[in-house]
């Protein structure tokens, strides 16, 4: 036996004996073999097939299915660019092939010649207001454009094994702070540099005598504004600085603190001085980054709303139980345990809450039937799955307050008599799940999680199962497949889960914002959430506010909201001044709503009544630019891909409509092609096995009742928006002022340098990667 193979096999022995035996340990046993050699090697997956329940053709079916597992070597690190919706509007797709050219992959190539990269797309990061997003293993980059391929992967390359300081903060001798430092570290602040700023503050204070409490906080919701930092001094005034970059936070911290004793003073200036003469940065007034926490633009962001699920945004540390605590936190679980478990269901019910992750079904329903079930042993799972490009509320969610859905999801397992639960979460958000197992640890260290929760007779234990990448696993069937360790296919309905679901056990689903405002109407009163929103959809409904929008982010809003005052009032309207043509509401399964009608409320039934759904809650933002056409390919070639091929009217009627789609977008279609689509999206709807299926078509559904022209326009062998790249030519008017920036982004050489001239395009070289257009400073390049 090779030191090779020798390898493997301890690898995979500790890994089976760490994930079990059984065949529902089987995805987690390949993402860990994964995680370890990067791919699966075939002699991993025999030797588990050796020593487990597990056989091969389980395996073979379960790695095959799932788009996470690769059954051949990778590079040494992993290069994933998100081409979700927001990334594909802004230009994802352009980056791809960016990252194509800077390796030289031909083809269906993904790992470059000395096997160090592998390049892939993937479906969502969840970073959405960050588009375009790439992340290069576990470090993610936001804004990422064409010519910048080359600074991410050095800047990569000059981080691979550094590892920060960490500062101290909290004083022995328990001395009174002088004010608080607050930083949101959510994964779109991570990816736009929060650590940095982090370490920065930590290295800034240190040695100074500044006497400062440094809180990490989870997500503001202002995530267009990010890195954030919140500054609150001895007198309690606060004030919010947004985008801020590591060599700012000296000024900040000067202009609000002062060292302690003149040696400390004198130190702290020679600091700063030395900083900015190293990095040749002199700050010019630290008050015009400033953004005061009353000012008109964050009021407008956030007066509109109004917070449940993200109640304390912005306060609360997402790992500080006892500060959650401060703030209410399991008062409403220590209610619920002294309540009759009816009672319970009964308030849930009478709240008005209906499910946050699809069709909206009355959630105190769904927990009365589960709890009328009988059954050795009761599941509840938290669907975290959130596979829609464009959605990134359960993310954010699961970072910033994993106690407030742990404690929705006690309440609920007390009411159903739920034994034991399960938190399914996207292997793609890996700091969601750091901190969910970890609430989880320190849940069971006080009694919150366990035999006897609270000395009560009432015992529930919850554990963690990252999904492998399906976008079906969203469905509810789908998902306890996956756990069972199966091909993530959809069951036929009835049985419901609530009657037979899990292991063939009754079982409770809810979405991970369903649990996240449990603990509100428990404690507040069912009559102050059902007061909220309109007469049949009640409460607030949580959404990731991306595209192209100024102020994207986490927005939480009463249901009845309009579609105007989301766009306009909280996300300060279209950029770069830009008409307002459509929003993608619910993601894949949604449709899209066009600026006819921006006035259409936020409820389920009018968005139904327009041809869209509520969905999870993804809300993506399009302007005049974007092309419809191209956006109903787009999102069909998602779920054409995901689509479990079980039943023949989703593999089949998918397949046909991109087909079509295919042609259109190419300039080969016909007008008899748009009445097959027609036809197509209407059966397929009516004949698909679960919800994937029958919403596929609505984003064609919609763009064909609502963009019909732009159909025709196609026919006839234009694209109005020059988003088909097929259809389209690039030239130069007389406008260019011969600045070359044009020739200088051109990764092709079809645009010649020559300064003070004007430019041309030559179309035989050109890619269509419109980077000229993008860098002109006097939009002189031209799309026909």
Known sequence: MTEELQNIITQVDQIVQQKGKTKGALIPILQAIQDEFNYLPEEALRHVCETTEITPENITGVASFYSQFRMQPAGQHMIKVCV??????????????????????????????EGKYTLEKV??????????????????????????????????????????????FRNADGSEFQGEIRIGLGSCCVASGSEDVKKEIEQTIEGTGINLQLKNVG????????????????????????????NEISDIINTHFKPKGLFDQLKAKAYNFLEKVQTDEVWEGVDRY?????????????????????????????????EYRQFGGFEALKKALQTDRHEVIQTVKDSGLRGRGGAGFLTGLKWELVEKENGDKKFLICNGDEGDPGAFMDRMLLESYPYRVIEGMLIAAYAVKATDGYFYIRAEYPLAVTRIRQALINCREQNLLGENILNSYFSFDIQIYEGAGAFVCGEETALMASIEGNRGFPTIRPPFPA????????????NTE?????????RKGKENFSGIGTDRSKGTKVFSLAGKVNRGGLIEVPMGITIRQIVEEIGGGVQNGKQFKAVQVGGPSGGCIPASLYDTPIDYQSLIEVGAMMGSGGLVVLDEDDCMVDIARYFLSFTQEESCGKCTFCRVGTKRM????????????????LEELKYLA???????????????????????????????????????????????????????????????????????????????????????????????????????
């Not at 369903?514 to 428990?522: D, H, K, L, M, P």
């Open 514 to 522: 369903t649990f996240a405002q449990v603990s509100y109407i428990i």
């Open 682 to 784: 209407d059966w397929t709807k009516k004949g698909s096995l679960c919800n994937l299926g029958k919403s596929a078509p609505n984003p064609i559904i919609t763009t064909l009742r609502y963009f019909s022209e732009e159909y025709e326009a196609h026919i006839e062998g234009r694209c109005p928006s020059g988003k088909c790249t097929e259809m389209i030519t690039y030239s130069i008017n007389d406008e260019c002022i011969g600045c070359t920036k044009c020739a200088q982004k051109c990764p092709v050489e079809a645009i010649k340098f020559e300064p003070h001239k004007k430019h041309s395009v030559n179309m035989e070289l050109c890619i269509k990667c419109d980077a000229c257009r993008q860098v002109c400073p006097v939009d002189a390049v031209v799309v026909e």
């Open 658 to 673: 991109l087909d079509i789609l295919n042609r259109i977008t190419t300039g080969k279609g016909t007008k008899k092609d």
């Open 84 to 113: 979700g919706t927001a990334c594909h509007v802004k230009g994802a797709m352009q980056v791809y092939d960016a990252f194509k050219r800077h390796f030289n992959l031909k083809g269906q190539e993904e790992t470059d010649a």
């Open 219 to 246: 997500c503001v919701g202002m995530c267009h504004q990010v890195p954030l930092v919140e500054i609150i001094d001895e007198q309690k005034q606060s004030k919010l600085y947004a985008k801020v970059k590591p």
């Open 499 to 510: 009657q037979k679901g899990l292991w063939g056990q009754p079982t409770l689903i809810n």
């Open 290 to 322: 400033a953004i005061d926490v009353r000012d008109e633009m964050v009021s407008s962001f956030l007066d509109r709303q109004l917070p449940i699920a993200t109640e304390h945004r912005g306060v609360i540390n997402p790992l500080d139980m006892d």
């Open 123 to 168: 479906s969502c990061l969840g970073c959405c207001t960050l588009a375009p997003v790439v992340q290069v293993d576990d470090v993610t980059y936001g804004h990422v454009t064409t010519d910048q391929v080359t600074s991410v992967i050095h800047d990569f390359e000059s981080q691979v094994g550094k590892v920060g300081k960490k500062g101290k």
